[in-house]
């Protein structure tokens, strides 16, 4: 239904003519909502489709979980949002998350045929996609810029700060936020009675709001023109997963940040597979309230796994690594026109 909503005869043409005018040799489509495009565009130049992440199976984890999000992200709420109380009590909601996800798998193999490479963000999706097709997938991870979100020498860290990042909106976040409010958090508190949550993210849901009003020890401070500050000072970094695909941003740049972070074995995919991944992860409620107590216990352990963090993403998530990775593309162009 994405790449349906999102797709314009016209632009299909302005796309076509932009490309004829300035002679391009390679041409990007940037996830499921451009992907389309391709079909559209000559075979003459190389197609790249990027997906970004495997969204069927998104869907597939998000029907198990919170079946009455919408399917379409919050570009396309929207559609939605005028009978969304009628379609949850109906149960269309899910319904259409059932086809969304069975349309966006038959889209994910099919547009293949219209491509000559497909990128993906993790190695495990792009595994799975290459057993499906016959043009090559590769994998390109989240680049971040490493210069610019080392923390400052002189950043003062709050040793009880726990940090939450993402843009509440969105499904995987919202519901990953509240179940941590709810489950997780009550536990560290029995512990560090001291400690502070701050989550941080555009839109956040009026659910979250009602559960955390009168906490003294949760602050929901919203959208914010610079993650860097919030997330920097903070002595561990949170991202509890309960579905989702790709790999996780808020993961990444918080290891740039040179921020300890604990997560779920779906947060850690995408990632876990390089050398040195320093993640911590926690599969349970009460694992995952232990592994940040004891970050907020252990300066020396949160020390440690911050410099592991720093190198980590160098090698392998800096926007160097990822340009060098796009040069693999770019160098099958030239030999094809060599």
């Known amino acids: 239904m994405q790449s349906q909503i999102y797709f314009s005869k016209t632009n299909a043409k302005l796309i076509s003519k932009i490309i004829e005018d300035e002679h391009v040799d390679v041409v990007f489509f940037d996830m499921v909502r451009t992907a389309r495009y391709s079909k559209h565009i000559q075979s003459s130049i190389i197609k790249v489709v990027d997906l970004d992440d495997l969204l069927s199976i998104r869907y597939r984890r998000q029907l198990e979980v919170e079946p009455s999000s919408s399917p379409i992200g919050p570009g396309g709420n929207g559609f939605l949002r005028p009978i969304k109380g009628l379609l949850s009590a109906i149960g269309l909601t899910r319904a259409i998350t059932e086809v969304e996800s069975k349309l966006l798998r038959e889209f994910e193999i099919s547009i293949c045929r219209y491509a000559d490479h497909v990128v993906l963000v993790s190695d495990l999706e792009a595994r799975l996609l290459q057993a499906e097709v016959a043009i090559p997938v590769w994998t390109i991870p989240i680049g971040v810029n490493s210069d610019e979100l080392i923390p400052p020498a002189n950043t003062k860290v709050d040793p009880k700060t726990v940090v939450f990042v993402g843009s509440l909106d969105l499904p995987h976040n919202a519901t990953g936020i509240e ?76 290891l740039a940040m040179g921020v300890p972070v604990v997560t779920n074995t779906l947060g850690t995919e995408g990632i876990s597979g390089y050398s040195g991944c320093p993640v911590i992860t926690a599969d349970t409620d009460e694992q995952f309230a232990r592994e940040v107590i004891s970050l907020l216990a252990h300066p020396e352990l ?22 060098r990775n796009l040069e693999s593309i770019t160098s099958i162009r030239q030999s094809r026109r060599g």
Do not use: C, M
Request: hydrophobic share 45%; net charge positive; aromatic share 8%.
């Open 302 to 323: 949160r020390h440690q796994l911050s410099l592991k963090g720093l190198d980590f993403i160098s090698r392998f998530f800096d926007w160097k690594v990822t340009l």
């Open 179 to 254: 179940h941590f409010v709810a489950s997780i958090w009550p536990l560290i508190l029995r512990q560090e009675p001291e400690a502070k949550l701050l989550i941080v993210g555009r839109n956040p849901q009026q659910s979250l709001i009602k559960r955390v009003t009168g906490s003294p020890s949760i602050i929901v401070e919203g959208e914010v023109d610079d993650i860097r500050p919030w997330v920097q000072t903070a002595a561990v970094s949170v991202a509890p997963i309960l579905f989702g695909s790709g790999v996780k941003t808020k993961v990444i740049e918080s």
